[in-house]
T-cell receptor, first 112, second 113 residues
Framework: GDSVTQMEGPVTLSEEAFLTINCTYT??????LFWYVQYPGEGLQLLLK?????DKGSNKGFEATYRKETTSFHLEKGSVQVSDSAVYFC???????????FGTGTKLQVIP | NAGVTQTPKFRVLKTGQSMTLLCAQD?????MYWYRQDPGMGLRLIHY???????AKGEVPDGYNVSRLKKQNFLLGLESAAPSQTSVYFC????????????FGSGTQLSVL
């Protein structure tokens, strides 16, 4: 079945540092890929998405590129802020199983 | 703009008790979902609905029942709570197909003692 593997956290960075959160997937067909973010005490919200190979999703300074050859969708940001502290979930939708599969989440803590 | 609203936010149950979690959305979305979030396991789909009057099982449906009598509401029931159902429960909705953007509520923290 479909699966998503994320790097384990927590990840602790200083403000203005470069961020990478790794995500790899296994899926049937050609899935759509997502990054969701969960701020403390809130539900998840969509951060960005990509629907086909080589697409780059971007939002709020974050970006991720759909790499079919490496089955990856790594999340990056050039300069993190304290307000980026949250849990980040990689997810995929594969039409074969008609469901969204989530990774286990990576907690990011940014310190001033 | 309320979006997806879950009630209650917190609940403590004793083993064997029953309860219902309510999810309401005001976006006229067709699809609604119940997930549970457990440490180290990400989000797992319990049940979902593709429209008023319809429900379907997700990955982990055992011990839960759902109903969607009105388009805007999706209820999750626990008939006889067990400690294994201690979790954070999230409701979500989407406008079109299952793979579209999900809108989440803020969650219900449930503890079963």
């Amino acid at each position: 079945g479909d699966s998503v593997t994320q790097m384990e956290g927590p990840v602790t960075l200083s403000e203005e540092a470069f961020l990478t959160i790794n995500c790899t997937y296994t899926a049937t067909g050609y899935p759509s890929l997502f990054w969701y973010v969960q701020y403390p005490g809130e539900g998840l919200q969509l951060l960005l998405k990509a629907t086909k190979a080589d697409d780059k999703g971007s939002n709020k300074g974050f970006e991720a590129t759909y790499r079919k050859e490496t089955t990856s969708f790594h999340l990056e940001k050039g300069s993190v802020q304290v307000s980026d502290s949250a849990v980040y979930f990689c997810a995929l939708f594969s039409g074969g199983y008609q469901k969204v599969t989530f990774g286990t989440g990576t907690k990011l803590q940014v310190i001033p | 703009n309320a979006g997806v609203t879950q009630t209650p936010k917190f609940r403590v149950l004793k083993t064997g008790q029953s309860m219902t979690l309510l999810c309401a959305q005001d976006m006229n979305h067709e699809y609604m979902y119940w997930y549970r979030q457990d440490p180290g396991m990400g989000l797992r789909l319990i049940h979902y609905s593709v429209g008023e009057g319809t429900t379907a099982k997700g990955e982990v449906p055992d011990g839960y029942n759902v109903s969607r009598l009105k388009k805007q509401n999706f209820l999750l029931g626990l008939e006889s709570a067990a400690p294994s159902q201690t979790s954070v429960y999230f409701c979500a909705s989407s406008f079109g197909a299952i793979g579209e953007k999900l809108f989440f509520g803020s969650g219900t923290q449930l503890s079963v003692l």
